[in-house]
């Protein structure tokens, strides 16, 4: 299997951003796709994405930053059960905390969550409902996405590629102004967790 390349991602986040997604739309037309994730919020680290999505634990970490944008590598597909080394070596210094002991050698997704995860105060676990709408705009993948994180429903609109500069292209081309804020940063506003 190749290895992934690590994209550079711009992303917003606000109440409603329909105007962006009718500007998505007249530049290329949506897939749609849905799902339930569960985020591991970790109060030590801005620089770790820790999920479960669709029965696999899925860590990107953050890289390089260039001009306001955000380099996220993705480090970890793993299905459950989950590997004791797997908790040890790559959940557990990604979330920048040392793991509890661990009396089995392996743990289904419940039970990863119930003896492993929440007995631990400085993660929180956050549960993030996303329908996506993605477009592909040159070499750009792009996507307009309703969220519900916890019981807090937000917009958000994000712009990735391998190439910077095209991520920048598309930024002014859709006439976006805010400021870059990553899904664990976003989150851990929400939570109180920080700016």
């Known amino acids: 299997m190749s290895e992934i390349k690590p994209r550079y991602e711009f992303r917003i986040w606000g109440d409603s951003l329909s105007p962006l997604r009718d500007k998505l739309q007249s530049l290329a ?11 591991l919020i970790s109060a030590t680290t801005e620089r770790s994405n820790v999920k479960v999505r669709a029965d696999l634990m899925d860590i990107k970490v953050l890289v390089a930053e260039d ?22 070596e790559q959940v557990f ?31 929180a676990l956050v549960s993030v409902s996303k329908v996506r709408n993605q477009y592909t ?4 993948v792009t996507e307009y996405s309703q969220i519900r994180i916890n019981d807090v429903s ?3 609109v994000a712009i990735e590629s391998t190439d910077p500069d095209a991520v920048l292209r598309l930024k002014q081309q859709l006439g976006i102004q805010q400021t870059n804020v990553s899904y664990i940063r976003e989150i851990r506003r929400i939570l109180g967790w920080g700016a």
């Not at 920048?96 to 002991?101: G, I, R």
């Open 29 to 39: 037309q949506p897939s749609q796709k849905s799902s339930d994730e569960t985020y």
């Open 67 to 88: 001009r306001g944008l955000e380099q996220w590598k993705p480090i970890l597909k793993a299905g459950f059960p989950l590997g004791k080394a797997v908790i040890v």
């Open 93 to 123: 210094p990604n979330l920048e905390l040392s793991a509890p002991p661990l009396t089995k050698p392996e743990f289904g997704f419940d039970e990863f969550l119930r003896d492993v995860i929440k007995p631990n105060p400085k993660i």
């Open 137 to 140: 705009v040159g070499p750009c």
């Open 154 to 156: 937000r917009d958000t």
